[in-house]
């Protein structure tokens, strides 16, 4: 089948369109805590729809004309973000090779306009699998490559969580409004990227491994330019006979689509200082901070590779939910 490209020009002909294409999705059809929401990612398509630097692109039949997928794009400094499992192709069209004339008119695009790169991201139930194969052969065919392992993202019901004193043995628990943005640069660096076991699983992700990528995303939080604000106390250094030993941070998103809840990240502990319990009375001190703020849940990300924090979030009351696979293709 002849495929046909263009950018899209009527808000309703694309949210029909769109609709259309993720209707068969898990998310779409069913109401998941935590998934995503098809009235929220419907708010933001139209939101943005328009708009200076985002590209809704329409694919339809040479012949008929009619509509048969769409992919909405946003850049972001040099780099182009597909929107959520996105491009949307109904299940009768996909082997129409509508898909790949979406993903190759988006790439034509975006070297136009000098983006370097194009990112993209699955975030599917851990029971549901199989609802990722069409997009990941895709992306591949496309050229896109994996980024890191996938991630795996736990969820906690807080109201079950117990409390544990935040005083255990020899260790403390302080703010980290005592240290400064480069101390905590360095505590990061020690949990994630001293030892080569930890760099085998976490080196791929500059939030973790590098010093200044580290510092700018501490910097902007400091100041209230990340996406969600972060309280005071919602970032917390352990003291293992006065000295640092390991650090907690986490960030509460506003949703009117979703219970309150509070999102955890980083947690490090210096390897010298592991199996001590450091980790697992740090996160508890972070569910009593999150309870206090009126969460209901706590949620955490973390590679599968991690097969240590993952355990120590079953132990702390988390089961996990999703996994993530990011990929991403220079141009």
Same mark, same amino acid.
């Given at each position: 089948?002849?495929?046909?490209v263009?950018?899209?020009?009527?808000?309703?002909?694309?949210?029909k369109a769109? #609709?259309?294409?993720?209707?068969h999705?898990?998310?779409?059809?069913?109401?998941?805590?935590f998934?995503?929401?098809?009235e929220? &990612?419907l708010?933001?398509?139209?939101?943005?729809?328009?708009k !200076?630097?985002?590209?809704?692109l $329409?694919?339809?039949? /040479?012949?008929?004309?009619?509509?048969?997928?769409v992919?909405?794009i946003?850049?972001k400094?040099k *780099?182009?973000i597909?929107r959520?499992? &996105?491009p949307?192709?109904?299940?009768?069209?996909?082997?129409?090779?509508?898909?790949?004339?979406l993903?190759?008119e988006?790439?034509?695009?975006?070297?136009k306009?000098?983006?370097?790169k194009?990112?993209?991201?699955?975030?599917?139930?851990?029971?549901s699998?199989?609802?990722r194969?069409?997009?990941?052969n895709?992306y591949?065919?496309?050229?896109?490559?994996?980024?890191? !392992?996938?991630?795996?993202?736990?969820?906690?019901?807080?109201?079950?969580?117990?409390?544990v004193?935040?005083?255990?043995?020899?260790?403390?628990?302080?703010?980290?409004?005592?240290?400064?943005?480069?101390?905590?640069?360095?505590?990061i660096l020690?949990?994630?990227?001293?030892?080569l076991?930890?760099r085998?699983?976490?080196?791929?992700?500059?939030? #973790?491994?590098?010093?200044?990528?580290?510092?700018?995303?501490?910097q902007?939080?400091? /100041?209230?330019?990340?996406?969600f604000?972060?309280?005071p106390?919602?970032c917390?250094?352990?003291? $293992? &006979?006065?000295k640092?030993a390991?650090?907690?941070?986490?960030?509460?998103?506003?949703?009117k689509?979703? !219970?309150?809840?509070?999102?955890?990240?980083p947690?490090?502990?210096?390897?010298e200082?592991?199996?001590?319990?450091?980790?697992?009375?740090? $996160?508890?001190k972070?569910?009593?901070?999150?309870?206090?703020?009126?969460?209901?849940?706590?949620y #955490?990300? *973390? !590679? /599968?590779t991690? /097969?240590?924090a993952?355990?120590?979030?079953?132990?702390?009351?988390?089961?996990?939910?999703?996994?993530?696979?990011?990929? &991403?293709?220079?141009l």
């Amino acid at each position: 089948m002849a495929i046909v490209v263009d950018q899209a020009r009527s808000w309703q002909d694309y949210k029909k369109a769109w #609709v259309n294409g993720m209707k068969h999705l898990h998310w779409f059809k069913e109401h998941r805590l935590f998934d995503y929401s098809r009235e929220e &990612e419907l708010e933001d398509l139209q939101r943005d729809f328009g708009k !200076p630097d985002n590209l809704f692109l $329409v694919a339809k039949s /040479e012949i008929s004309r009619k509509i048969i997928g769409v992919l909405g794009i946003k850049l972001k400094g040099k *780099t182009g973000i597909f929107r959520r499992w &996105e491009p949307a192709v109904p299940l009768k069209e996909r082997d129409s090779g509508a898909g790949e004339a979406l993903i190759e008119e988006g790439f034509k695009y975006l070297r136009k306009n000098g983006i370097q790169k194009t990112f993209c991201m699955l975030r599917y139930p851990i029971d549901s699998p199989e609802s990722r194969l069409w997009h990941i052969n895709l992306y591949k065919k496309c050229g896109f490559k994996q980024i890191g !392992p996938a991630g795996v993202e736990l969820l906690a019901d807080l109201s079950k969580s117990y409390f544990v004193s935040h005083r255990i043995a020899n260790f403390d628990i302080t703010s980290c409004d005592n240290f400064s943005l480069e101390d905590l640069a360095d505590f990061i660096l020690r949990a994630y990227a001293e030892t080569l076991e930890d760099r085998a699983i976490h080196g791929w992700d500059p939030l #973790v491994s590098n010093r200044d990528e580290i510092l700018r995303r501490l910097q902007s939080t400091r /100041e209230g330019k990340f996406c969600f604000p972060q309280p005071p106390d919602c970032c917390k250094v352990a003291l $293992v &006979e006065g000295k640092p030993a390991g650090l907690i941070g986490s960030f509460i998103p506003k949703s009117k689509y979703w !219970p309150p809840f509070g999102v955890i990240g980083p947690l490090g502990v210096f390897p010298e200082y592991r199996g001590k319990g450091v980790a697992f009375s740090l $996160v508890m001190k972070m569910h009593e901070t999150l309870k206090k703020y009126g969460c209901r849940y706590s949620y #955490v990300g *973390t !590679p /599968e590779t991690n /097969e240590g924090a993952i355990r120590l979030y079953k132990k702390a009351g988390y089961n996990p939910v999703f996994k993530i696979i990011n990929f &991403e293709k220079e141009l």
